[in-house]
C-alpha cells in the first residue's frame, strides 16, 4: 500500500508540475498565436486583390438586392452564373444596407482568414490538455507563412469563407464523434451545420461533407453502433438545408447543377492537366519535406486512440484531391486545394509534439520545422518577386523572352543546389504547362488584368449616360467580370459561364481550362446581339491597342470585317455586327461605325496611332512595347524605310522573340531585300521550332515560300528588258 501511495503521489506531483509549467506557458503562448494572425493578415494584405471573375457573384448580388433576381443580365432570363450561393447572399445583404460588393468582399475575407486561424490554434489548444502547450502555435505560424493561404484571404471570391466553414466543421466533427465513441453525445451538433453552410457556399462542399459524414460513421460502426443512428439523425438538417437548395435551383434554374458545372467541367475529366496542378503545388510548397511530420502524426494519434483525426483528415482530403485531378485543377493558383493547409499543419503539430521527448529530440524538431517552413516560404515568394508587372495574359506559358526566366533554379541560391535544382526546374515546367491552358493562373496576373478592364467598365457606363451607346444595347464578349459589373450593359457571355445554351454546348478540340466553348456567330445572330467585340475582353481599343492595328492590317489583306467606331480621338470601339450594318446604324445612331479597311478611316487612324506612340516614346525612351508598336504601324502604312531601323534595334533587344524577327523580314520584304528577308524569317521559324509551336513553323514556312515567290516575280521584268535588248 505503501508503494501504490507513492505513485500516486508521483502522478499527483507530475501532473501538478505539468498543469503548473502548463499556467506558465498559457500566456507567452496565446501572444505567439495573436502574433501569428496579425503575421497572416499582413501576409494576406500584401497579396490584397479582387480577381475579375469575382465581379460576376458581385452583379448576381448587385440584380438581388436591387429586386431583380438573381440573374446576371436583368430582366431576361436566369441563368446560374455563380457558384457561391451563400456569398452572393451575404454580399447583397451588404449592398442592401449600402455597402457594395467590391467593397465589402475583402474585410469580408480577411475577417474569415482570422478566425480560420483562430479555429485552428482554438483545436490544437484544446486538444493539448496538460502537456506543453508551444506545439499549439505551429499550425497558425505555418497558415501565416504560407502564400496560398494569404492569397485566397482577399480575391473577392468566397474561398476563404468556404475554407472557415468546412474547416470549422471538420474540427468540430472530431469533437462530436469523440463524444459518440466515448458513449455520449454532444450538446449541439454543430457540425453538420457548418457543413451546411460550406456546400451552400461552394457546390465541392457536398463531396467534403459526404466524405466527412462518411468517416464518421465508418470509424462510429467499429466502435459505438448505437452512436451511428444519433449521428444521422444530427445529419437530418445538412440534407433538408442542400435539398431545399438542389430543389431551389431546379425549379429557378431549370438545372440540378450551376451552369458553372457544365461550362467548365460538364461530365468531362482532364487527368493529365489535374496530375500536373496537384504535382506543381505539393513541389511549390515542399510538401515532400511534410512527410516524417506527417507519419509521426498519425502514429501519434493512433497511440493516443485518437485516430479519427487523420481518418478525417484523410477521409477530406483524398477523395476531393481526386476531384481536382479529375476537372484538370483550377484555373486559379491552387485555390481549391488552398483547404488542404489546416488539416496538413495540425497534422506536423502532431507530429512535432510526437518527435520532441528530450531537449534534443526537440532542438532537432525545431530544426525540421525550420526546414518545413522555408520549403513552405520559398518558390512562392519567389513567384511573386519575379512576377512581372504588367499584364501577360497566361504568363508564363510555354512561352519564349522574360517567361523562360521566370523560377528558374539557376536564379535562386538555394534550388540552384544539387537535387534541389531538378525540384525547382520541375516545378518551372509545370507552372508553365499548366498557365499556357489558363491553368493555376497566378494572382498576381489576376491583379494586373483587374486594372486593365476596371476604367473600361466605367467609361462604358458614362458613353451609356451620354447616349453613344443605348441603355438596352447588347454587347457579345469572352469576359464577363468588372467590364458588364461596371457598365450594367446587358451581356452575352461567349465562354458561357453566364449563358445556358453556351455551356451545355460541344467543348473545342483544344482543352483551355473554362475556355474551352465558344458562341457560335449564328446563336450570338440568334440572340439579337448588337456588337461582338473583337477582342476577347475589350470592347473598347486605345488608338495605340495591338489588336486595332491588327484588324486595320487584316482588312488591308481582306482576311477580316471588322468595324470600328471612334469615341473620341484616341479610343476605339472595335467589333463585328452579328445582325449587319443596316441594322446597327439604326438601333446605334451616335455610333459611327465604319469598317476597318476604310481608306479615310485608316490614313486618320495611323497618323494618330503614329501620334500617340511617339509621345509615349518621348516621356519612356525604353519603352519596348510602344517601340515595337510604333514598328508596326510603320510597317502598316508601308513607311518601311522608319520602320527598319526600330526593327533591328528591337531584334538586339529581343532576340528570342519570334514575331519581331518575323515583321523584320516583313520591312526587308517591302523593301525589296530578298536575302535579308528570307534569313529574318528563318530566324523567326528556327526559334518558335524550338518553342515547340508546331503551328507557328508552318506558317512561317509558307510565308518564307511567299516570299521566295515574290522574289522570283520581281525578277521576271528584268529578265524580259534584257531579252527585249
Given amino acids: 500500500m505503501a508503494r501504490d501511495r507513492r505513485g500516486r503521489a508521483e502522478r499527483d506531483a507530475a501532473a501538478a508540475s505539468a498543469a503548473a509549467r502548463a499556467g506558465a506557458e498559457r500566456v507567452p503562448v496565446l501572444a505567439a498565436l495573436a502574433a501569428c494572425v496579425i503575421a497572416l493578415l499582413g501576409h494576406a494584405w500584401i497579396?490584397?486583390?479582387?480577381?475579375?471573375?469575382?465581379?460576376?457573384?458581385?452583379?448576381?448580388?448587385?440584380?438581388?438586392a436591387h429586386g431583380r433576381g438573381l440573374v446576371w443580365n436583368a430582366g431576361y432570363e436566369a441563368v446560374e452564373g455563380y457558384s457561391n450561393f451563400l456569398w452572393v447572399l451575404i454580399l447583397a445583404l451588404f449592398e442592401r444596407i449600402g455597402i457594395h460588393p467590391e467593397q465589402a468582399a475583402t474585410p469580408l475575407s480577411l475577417l474569415a482568414t482570422g478566425a480560420l486561424s483562430l479555429v485552428v490554434a482554438r483545436f490544437?489548444?484544446?486538444?493539448?490538455?496538460?502537456?506543453?502547450?508551444?506545439?499549439?502555435?505551429?499550425?497558425?505560424?505555418?497558415?501565416?507563412?504560407?502564400?496560398?493561404?494569404?492569397?485566397?484571404?482577399?480575391?473577392?471570391?468566397?474561398?476563404?469563407?468556404?475554407?472557415l466553414l468546412a474547416v470549422a466543421g471538420a474540427l468540430q466533427l472530431v469533437e462530436e464523434v469523440e463524444a459518440?465513441?466515448?458513449?455520449?453525445?454532444?450538446?449541439?451538433?454543430?457540425?453538420?451545420?457548418?457543413?451546411?453552410?460550406?456546400?451552400?457556399?461552394?457546390?465541392?462542399?457536398?463531396?467534403?461533407s459526404g466524405a466527412a459524414a462518411g468517416a464518421a460513421g465508418a470509424y462510429l460502426w467499429g466502435f459505438r453502433r448505437d452512436a451511428v443512428g444519433r449521428l444521422v439523425r444530427a445529419w437530418l438538417p445538412y440534407a433538408a438545408l442542400i435539398a431545399a437548395h438542389f430543389a431551389f435551383r431546379r425549379l429557378y434554374?431549370?438545372?440540378?447543377?450551376?451552369?458553372?458545372?457544365?461550362?467548365?467541367?460538364?461530365?468531362?475529366?482532364?487527368?493529365?492537366?489535374?496530375?500536373?496542378?496537384?504535382?506543381?503545388?505539393?513541389?511549390?510548397?515542399a510538401a515532400y519535406l511534410w512527410a516524417p511530420f506527417l507519419t509521426a502524426g498519425i502514429v501519434y494519434h493512433l497511440r493516443r486512440h485518437t485516430g479519427f483525426v487523420p481518418l478525417l483528415f484523410a477521409a477530406i482530403v483524398l477523395p476531393h484531391a481526386l476531384y481536382v485531378a479529375a476537372i484538370g485543377g483550377d484555373h486559379f493558383e491552387y485555390r481549391p486545394i488552398d483547404l488542404y493547409f489546416p488539416f496538413a499543419y495540425l497534422l506536423i503539430a502532431d507530429g512535432a509534439r510526437f518527435w520532441s521527448r528530450g531537449v534534443r529530440s526537440t532542438w532537432a524538431v525545431?530544426?525540421?520545422?525550420?526546414?518545413?517552413?522555408?520549403?513552405?516560404?520559398?518558390?512562392p515568394w519567389r513567384?511573386?518577386?519575379?512576377?512581372?508587372?504588367?499584364?501577360?495574359?497566361?504568363?508564363?506559358?510555354?512561352?519564349?523572352?522574360?517567361?523562360?526566366?521566370?523560377?528558374?533554379?539557376?536564379?535562386?541560391?538555394?534550388?540552384?543546389?544539387?537535387?534541389?535544382r531538378n525540384i525547382a526546374a520541375q516545378h518551372q515546367a509545370d507552372v508553365r504547362a499548366l498557365t499556357s491552358t489558363f491553368v493555376g493562373v497566378r494572382a498576381e496576373e489576376h491583379r494586373l488584368f483587374l486594372s486593365t478592364v476596371m476604367p473600361e467598365g466605367h467609361r462604358l457606363?458614362?458613353?451609356?449616360?451620354?447616349?453613344?451607346?443605348?441603355?438596352?444595347?447588347?454587347?457579345?464578349?469572352?469576359?464577363?467580370g468588372a467590364i458588364p459589373y461596371y457598365s450594367g450593359i446587358r451581356t452575352l457571355d461567349r465562354l458561357g459561364l453566364t449563358d445556358a445554351t453556351v455551356a451545355h454546348s460541344k467543348a473545342g478540340a483544344h482543352r483551355m481550362m473554362a475556355h474551352d466553348k465558344a458562341a457560335s456567330p449564328e446563336y450570338v445572330r440568334a440572340r439579337g446581339v448588337d456588337l461582338w467585340v473583337l477582342d476577347p475582353v475589350h470592347t473598347l481599343e486605345p488608338v495605340t491597342s495591338s489588336r486595332l492595328l491588327l484588324a486595320v492590317k487584316d482588312a488591308e489583306i481582306g482576311a477580316d470585317t471588322a468595324w470600328a467606331a471612334p469615341v473620341s480621338d484616341s479610343e476605339y470601339v472595335l467589333c463585328r455586327l452579328p445582325l449587319g450594318i443596316e441594322r446597327e446604324r439604326a438601333r446605334l445612331p451616335k455610333l459611327h461605325l465604319v469598317p476597318c479597311g476604310d481608306s479615310a478611316f485608316v490614313r486618320t487612324?495611323?497618323?494618330?496611332?503614329?501620334?500617340?506612340?511617339?509621345?509615349?516614346?518621348?516621356?519612356?525612351?525604353?519603352?519596348?512595347?510602344?517601340?515595337?508598336?510604333?514598328a508596326y504601324v510603320l510597317l502598316v502604312a508601308k513607311r518601311y524605310d522608319d520602320a527598319l531601323p526600330i526593327y533591328l534595334s528591337l531584334v538586339r533587344v529581343l532576340p528570342d522573340n519570334p514575331a519581331v524577327w518575323e515583321n523584320l523580314g516583313v520591312c526587308y520584304t517591302g523593301l525589296g531585300r530578298w536575302d535579308d528577308a528570307t534569313q529574318a524569317v528563318e530566324k523567326s521559324i528556327a526559334i518558335s521550332r524550338d518553342l515547340g509551336w508546331t503551328s507557328e513553323v508552318e506558317r512561317l514556312s509558307a510565308k518564307r515560300d511567299d516570299i521566295q515567290r515574290a522574289r522570283a516575280e520581281s525578277a521576271r521584268p528584268s529578265a524580259a528588258r534584257r531579252a527585249t535588248h
Fill in 180 to 208: 459518440y465513441a466515448a458513449g455520449g453525445a454532444p450538446r449541439r451538433a454543430w457540425a453538420p451545420w457548418l457543413f451546411a453552410l460550406a456546400t451552400l457556399t461552394r457546390p465541392d462542399g457536398l463531396l467534403i
Fill in 366 to 379: 525545431a530544426a525540421g520545422l525550420a526546414i518545413v517552413a522555408f520549403g513552405v516560404w520559398q518558390l
Fill in 605 to 630: 487612324y495611323l497618323a494618330r496611332a503614329d501620334s500617340a506612340l511617339r509621345a509615349t516614346l518621348d516621356r519612356h525612351p525604353n519603352d519596348i512595347e510602344s517601340g515595337r508598336k510604333l
Fill in 383 to 420: 513567384s511573386h518577386a519575379e512576377f512581372p508587372r504588367f499584364y501577360a495574359s497566361g504568363f508564363p506559358g510555354e512561352r519564349g523572352g522574360d517567361a523562360l526566366a521566370f523560377l528558374d533554379p539557376a536564379r535562386d541560391p538555394v534550388y540552384r543546389l544539387p537535387l534541389l
Fill in 253 to 285: 434554374y431549370g438545372y440540378w447543377l450551376p451552369n458553372t458545372y457544365y461550362a467548365k467541367v460538364g461530365g468531362q475529366t482532364w487527368w493529365s492537366s489535374g496530375g500536373l496542378y496537384l504535382q506543381a503545388f505539393m513541389l511549390e510548397y
Fill in 124 to 163: 490544437a489548444w484544446r486538444r493539448a490538455g496538460d502537456a506543453s502547450r508551444w506545439p499549439v502555435v505551429i499550425a497558425p505560424a505555418l497558415l501565416a507563412l504560407t502564400r496560398s493561404v494569404a492569397v485566397w484571404s482577399t480575391s473577392g471570391l468566397e474561398t476563404r469563407l468556404f475554407e
Fill in 47 to 64: 497579396y490584397r486583390f479582387l480577381t475579375d471573375d469575382s465581379y460576376i457573384s458581385f452583379r448576381y448580388s448587385l440584380n438581388f
Fill in 461 to 480: 457606363r458614362q458613353l451609356v449616360e451620354q447616349g453613344v451607346l443605348p441603355k438596352d444595347v447588347y454587347i457579345a464578349m469572352s469576359c464577363v
